[in-house]
């Protein structure tokens, strides 16, 4: 049998320096903006369809990049930080502060 030779693990050459590279460059190696857009894309499509099965939702509003780049960024932090319940990441207690 072959040793394995290879180098393991995430091969970011090119895409982020290791030593300069912010959060935010290491977000869009996971999330490229081709990604981000056809998330949007396909969220939106979904909701439409919803509501012509199910009847309109006067409170939905079409989601925008933006708001999409937030939502899987505080799904990433709610997997670093655990709280107990979901309403504790919205305290204003400092207790609970992040």
């Known amino acids: 049998m072959r040793e394995f030779t290879e180098q393991s693990g995430p091969q970011l050459e090119g895409k982020v320096d290791r030593a300069t590279g912010s959060p935010l460059d290491n977000f869009f190696i996971l999330f490229p903006v081709a990604l981000l857009q056809l998330l949007v894309v396909h969220t939106n499509a979904y909701a439409t369809f919803c509501m012509a099965r199910d009847g309109p939702d006067t409170s939905w509003a079409e ?7 937030a939502f899987l960024g505080i799904n990433i932090l709610m997997g670093i930080v655990q709280m107990p319940t979901t309403d504790m990441y919205w305290s204003r207690d400092m207790f609970f502060g992040l």
């Open 63 to 69: 989601v925008t990049e933006t708001e999409m780049r």
